[in-house]
């Protein structure tokens, strides 16, 4: 049975973790590097940090934030936000990341992932894919912050990142997120029975049974939170007991 893994993510901006409800009215949520080793030493498996407006503002990200992190954790780490060359993904493995994910620029020039697959190994490249409903049983691929609508479908795009070589599939319902109303579990059973590769599934966690029903119902082998652990409506070590408790296979600290 495949451990499944809880994983927080920090929106950033300027600088600063903000969370949103489907990618707008944003709110202040903290210091990153502080809520990062808050999370490390609270049984998180994995942190997601990504920069929202990297790309939409047209700058790089914020290195020295990735820097301050790997000194204060000792848990992988991805990164994503304005990840257009290999040279930017090479920063950031630099700065102590583990993992670099690629969305607007792997999308333009779907090559980028290849090219950084065999620069650094699939392990190393996520695929971070905004999915938005568009029509019955069909999902398309946003860009730009979830601003813009690629036309790709998310399933067809998951597929061809996979084969490009993408280690890994973050995938956001940007429908769900941010509402707690719960994982879009028929996005996410249908694209991890599509791909080969693990699956994080993200967007709408708003209790305990939805991290369960993304793992037992959406089939994903990952699950990924904000607001409801940046503000405290729920701990990562009781959200891992309750799992257990579902017979849900999960890493706990002993």
């Not at 939170?225 to 849900?248: C, M, T, V, W």
Request: proline share 3%; with cysteine.
């Amino acid at each position: 049975m495949t451990t499944k893994r809880i994983i927080p993510c920090l929106d950033m901006t300027e600088g600063k973790v903000v969370k949103g409800i489907q990618f707008v009215s944003f709110r202040d949520a903290g210091d990153p590097v502080q809520l990062a080793k808050q999370y490390s030493d609270n049984e998180a498996d994995e942190l997601v940090f990504l920069d929202i407006t990297a790309t939409v503002k047209n700058r790089p990200i914020l290195l020295n934030v990735v820097a301050k992190t790997a000194k204060e954790v000792n848990i992988p780490f991805s990164v994503g936000g304005g990840i257009r060359s290999v040279s930017d993904m090479q920063l950031i493995l630099r700065a102590g990341a583990d993992k670099v994910s690629v969305n607007t620029g792997a999308v333009t020039n779907p090559a980028l992932i290849t090219e950084c697959a065999n620069a650094f190994g699939s392990q190393c490249v996520v695929l971070s894919l905004d999915a938005k409903k568009v029509a019955p049983n069909r999902w398309n691929a946003f860009i730009n912050g979830g601003t813009l609508d690629s036309g790709l479908s998310a399933v067809d795009w998951a597929k061809e990142a996979v084969r490009r070589g993408a280690g890994e599939i973050l995938l956001t319902s940007i429908d769900m997120d941010g509402t707690k109303k719960g994982f879009n579990l028929e996005l996410t059973r249908t694209v991890s029975r599509a791909v080969s590769v693990p699956v994080i599934a993200s967007g709408g966690a708003g209790s305990m049974q939805d991290f369960a029903d993304v793992f037992q119902t959406g089939e994903a082998d990952a699950a990924l939170a904000a607001s409801l652990f940046h503000f405290g409506d729920l701990s990562i070590p009781e959200l891992k007991r309750y799992l257990s408790e579902q017979n849900i296979s999960i890493r706990r600290d002993v």
